[in-house]
């Protein structure tokens, strides 16, 4: 298992850019894919992008596609979510999250990753 940390929210203006972190404990991090997930007030949790241990399988939401890109740093253990062109639409607690079940060729979901962080809060006012 490892241990997600998110940190990098705030509040942004529409059409604004913001980039959230996710720094991950352990020493076996680069053998876990990544992805992030958010929920907004009132909603369900959605997925918002994941990518596999080895980078080769990058997923996004169709809500996202274009805007968000999601990428890891291995020897920094740190996965990155770098949102531009955010939407009011876009204000959730946004969750990065680690597991081995998922390694790209199917969509992912959240019961692919078994470690999660505990959120980080990105507010977008329009």
């Known amino acids: 298992q490892v241990q997600m940390v998110e940190s990098g929210g705030g509040l942004v203006q529409a059409g604004g850019s913001l980039r959230v972190s996710c720094a991950a404990s352990g020493r076996t991090f680069r053998r876990y894919a990544t992805g992030w997930f958010r929920q907004g007030p009132g909603k369900e949790r959605e997925f918002v992008a994941a990518i596999s241990w080895s980078g080769s399988s990058i997923y996004y939401a169709d809500s996202v596609k274009g805007r968000f890109t999601i990428s890891r740093d291995n020897a920094k253990n740190t996965v990155y979510l770098q949102m531009n062109s955010l939407k009011p639409e876009d204000t959730a607690v946004y969750y990065c999250?680690?597991?081995?079940?998922?390694?790209?060729?199917?969509?992912?979901?959240?019961?692919?990753?078994?470690?999660w962080g505990q959120g980080t809060q990105v507010p977008v006012s329009s």
């Open positions: 999250a680690a597991g081995r079940d998922w390694d790209g060729g199917r969509w992912p979901t959240a019961a692919d990753f078994s470690s």
